[in-house]
């Protein structure tokens, strides 16, 4: 089949360019003609869609040194379009067969047929109405089945085909052979109403099946409308417009008040209040200024901004969560291969089972014994159901999914979604993540020259309190001197000399070391430790001088994402470097009551593994950098949302909206998918393992129940319906 | 007990037998991807079905949809993470890098169709 396609190039300069592209896109099999416009910089290519896909023109293009554009929305686009376009004909043929099969049931039903008219009565006109039925709104059966039956496999539509046809071929005899059933005692009665009806209820079960599965995806729709389409680039001076895939890193782009921000990058100029929700589910605008990170697809609320580009295409946050999202949608959850595992011997058992219940109906059922047996055996074929066990898990999988990423949840795979929900211990790393992860200077005890010989002696260093301290120093005003001598003594604190003077600023073990005495100071470095301050002691040349106690605030959303683990009874832990009494401290402000302290950083994943030890699942949450072993170790690693990198390897989740609170949605939203899934799975196979034998006739010789086709046909059409259903219910659940 | 009962009988067994043999004992014909791409085609399940691929090396798999039936609109290869919607008559690129060897099943998005990569 022939198509014609435009992709935009990139990296072009001039005639020969065109020439190189044309002649490496030609080569591609299937490829017809291949034109490039250098004034437009786009490519046309006609080629065959059997033989040819964009990817592999996109990849002669990029072997012959360029880039082809290749829109990522199309792929969506053509299938909403072929989805639209099959839901269409789906309707069509539902209502055809429906009331072609209502004016059979109205000539031949014991009881309607005294109210038809006469010709609806007549076998060959129901004989015209139900051959159109089965060879147009019916064929779609076929069409599906013989591929499938040449390929020696079998699917619902087999079912459907067999059971259909035999009640068709019945009636079609017993339409132009009346006779010889008459001499074998049977009153020839046509079933055309079965095979219509039956046609119609099934399509139009699937009519509803295919229009809820256009829901389950809906999430990743959303986050592709996201997108900008154009930016506007400062280039040489001049401000222009460009498509968004035009972007380079680097270029400078002004958003102006109310413009979405097109791709990830830096603020150079400007300041203003931007919406990230959309992108990170963070419901309150951040106020960012220059320097701060801003996330392509977000609102610049305020003020006009001009940032620099840092990531582009599908380096960018939105292409990358729309990555993920897809790709958790894509894997397969554990407690899925058990219905995988039944569906793939499941028709053809219906088909044994069909053929059985035929033969027992024939040689032990009442007369007239063929009759029965057929309208058993097709009410058997007819009523299976394996639809509703093949979408019993991946419908909840893509509805829980894409509501995690609409708040931000950022789930890597079904089996990450599957495990949140048994999590019973949390352990939160301190720094950076349930602390903002800045420290700063919250008390000096001592003269003025404690800070100022404490700044000029860290200026050196490269620890993490150094900065609060010259941060400190700096709004003070307060002038570095001259250190000679600088040396940083690990897990210490560090020395050096001042006017020839020796200092030493550091931690108590220090002080020990050195042979200060830190009575005057025990009572108030003990009080400072215990309100969550990282103490340390200055000293030189011969006593202490005086302390500087650094700490670091408790996110807002600390308490309350801890308050909202304990509420489900989930155990928190807190694991951190710092001292005990700090560590403690901090700890019973955000309500943790079991803490790990002066825990080295390549000993978490060790503490982690205790804690699994004691029969518990663990969901370790941290920054996915620095405590990346510990995240891997953990029965689940949860990340919090760094900078503009979702990716985080060690991570099964990745909370991008930076809020503790979610840590519990997670869990929560793990659990209600889990619900669901069981819930469908449970429906799913109750309904083929308690309805298949009704059907077989188990009930007949207690209760007289046997099970017309037409309602089989009904029955399974609202049991894959009602899977799909179950699993939209998801999207109104609250986490 | 008549003879037509018997016959009914008979017939049915063998009938039992056909379909177990016929889809159930279906021997899985392995193809082994020369170069770096196969071409798969979707039509009443996956032809070839059971493909054999290197380890390490990225391997394009070429999926063709003939078949217009819903059930086979999308594949799923879940232990790669992929779930790809296939455009009737229109062929659908995949590229895969396994690191490591095994047998990975591949199926349609309601998990009826079923194939395999094996991974050597």
Same mark, same amino acid.
């Given at each position: ?127 015209? @109405? ?92 959303? @986050? ?226 404690? @800070? ?284 | ?120």
């Amino acid at each position: 089949m022939m198509e014609t396609k435009t992709y935009p190039i990139k990296g072009m300069h001039c005639a020969s360019c065109v020439r190189l592209i044309e002649r490496a896109v030609g080569k591609v099999p299937g490829v017809n003609t291949a034109n490039v416009n250098l004034a437009t910089e786009k490519l046309t290519v006609a080629f065959d869609k059997n033989e040819c896909s964009s990817d592999q023109i996109a990849s002669a293009v990029e072997g012959a040194g360029y880039k082809a554009i290749i829109n990522e929305n199309i792929e969506e686009d053509k299938q909403q379009e072929e989805k639209l376009k099959e839901l269409q004909s789906l309707k069509i043929k539902v209502v055809a067969s429906l009331f072609l099969g209502s004016l059979i049931v109205w000539g031949s039903f014991p009881f309607l047929m005294q109210f038809s008219p006469y010709p609806l009565q007549i076998f060959w006109i129901q004989l015209i @109405l139900g051959s159109i039925v089965q060879f147009w709104p019916g064929l779609t059966f076929y069409h599906a089945a013989i591929p499938a039956f040449k390929n020696r496999t079998a699917n619902m539509d087999t079912l459907v085909a067999i059971g259909t046809t035999a009640a068709y071929l019945y009636s079609l005899a017993v339409t132009i052979f009346p006779y010889i059933f008459e001499s074998l005692g049977i009153e020839p009665e046509p079933y055309f109403d079965v095979a219509a009806i039956v046609i119609g209820l099934i399509l139009l079960g699937r009519y509803f099946e295919a229009k809820a599965k256009l829901g389950t995806s809906e999430a990743i729709k959303k @986050l592709l409308g996201l997108a900008p389409k154009t930016a506007r680039v400062i280039r040489e001076g001049k401000e222009i417009d460009v498509a968004i895939s035009e972007v380079i890193v680097g270029d400078l782009i002004r958003v102006r008040p109310g413009e979405k921000i097109p791709v990830d990058g830096e603020i150079v100029e400007g300041e203003s209040s931007i919406d990230e929700s959309m992108v990170t589910g963070e419901s309150i605008p951040v106020d960012k200024k220059q320097g701060d990170i801003v996330i392509g697809a977000t609102i610049n609320k305020a003020g006009s901004l001009i940032f620099k580009a840092g990531k582009v295409g599908s380096d960018t946050m939105l292409a990358q969560i729309i990555k993920l999202v897809q790709e958790a949608q894509g894997s397969k959850a554990p407690i899925q291969r058990i219905a995988d595992l039944i569906s793939a011997y499941f028709v053809p058992i219906v088909i044994m089972l069909a053929i059985a219940t035929f033969a027992v109906w024939y040689v032990f059922g009442p007369a007239p014994a063929f009759l029965f047996s057929l309208l058993n055996s097709i009410a058997v074929l007819i009523i299976a159901c394996p639809c509703a066990m093949g979408l019993a898990t991946p419908t909840a999988i893509m509805v829980g999914t894409g509501k995690g990423a609409e708040r931000g949840i950022l789930i890597k795979d079904a089996e990450s979604l599957e495990i949140a929900h048994k999590v019973n211990t949390v352990i939160f790393d301190k720094t950076g993540t349930l602390t903002i992860g800045k420290p700063q200077v919250t008390e000096i005890f001592g003269d003025k020259k404690v @800070l100022e010989l404490a700044a000029s002696l860290e200026k050196g260093s490269e620890h993490s309190l150094a900065s609060a301290i010259l941060e400190k120093a700096d709004a003070e005003g307060i002038r570095n001197l001259e250190v000679t001598g600088f040396k940083a003594i690990a897990g210490f604190g560090i020395e050096g000399k001042v006017n020839g003077e020796k200092y030493i600023f550091g931690n108590t073990k220090l002080m020990e070391k050195e042979g200060f005495n830190l009575a005057d100071f025990e009572q108030k470095i003990e009080e400072l430790e215990n309100q969550g301050n990282t103490v340390m002691i200055l000293a030189g040349p011969n006593k202490a001088l005086g302390l500087v106690a650094v700490a670091d605030t408790l996110k807002p959303s600390a308490k309350d994402g801890v308050q909202s683990l304990l509420a489900k009874k989930i155990e928190v832990v807190m694991i951190t470097g710092d001292n005990k009494r700090a560590a403690e401290a901090i700890a019973k402000e955000a309500g943790i009551l079991r803490v790990l302290s002066e825990i080295l950083p390549q000993d978490k994943e060790a503490e982690v593994r205790k804690i699994q030890s004691e029969d518990k699942i663990v969901a370790m949450v941290g920054d996915g950098i620095n405590d990346a072993p510990a995240l891997a170790s953990a029965d689940i690693g949860i990340a919090m949302g760094t900078g503009t990198d979702v990716a985080i390897e060690a991570a099964g989740i990745t909370l991008v909206n930076k809020d503790l609170r979610s840590v519990a949605s997670a869990i929560e939203l793990s659990k209600k998918t889990m619900r669901t899934i069981k819930m469908n799975l449970f429906w799913a196979f109750g309904y083929n393992v308690i309805l298949i034998p009704v059907a077989m006739g188990v009930l007949y010789p207690f209760l007289g129940i046997l099970l017309n086709p037409i309602f089989a046909s009904a029955a399974m059409a609202l049991s894959s319906i009602s899977v799909v259903s179950n699993s939209l219910l998801l999207k109104k659940v609250k986490i | 007990m008549t003879a037509d009962k018997i016959l009914v009988l008979l017939f049915s067994g063998l009938g039992i037998v056909f379909t177990y043999w016929f889809f159930l004992m279906r021997k899985e014909e392995e193809v082994r991807v020369v170069g770096n791409s196969i071409d798969i085609t979707v039509e009443g399940g996956y032809k070839p079905d059971v493909i054999s691929i290197p380890e390490g090396k990225t391997t394009k798999i070429n999926f063709l949809r003939k078949d217009p039936s819903s059930c086979l609109e999308e594949v799923v290869i879940g232990d790669f993470k992929i779930r790809k919607f296939l455009p009737l008559n229109e062929k659908v690129s995949i590229e895969i890098t396994p690191k490591k060897k095994g047998e990975f099943s591949f199926s349609c998005g309601m998990g009826m169709f079923h194939g395999k990569l094996i991974v050597k």
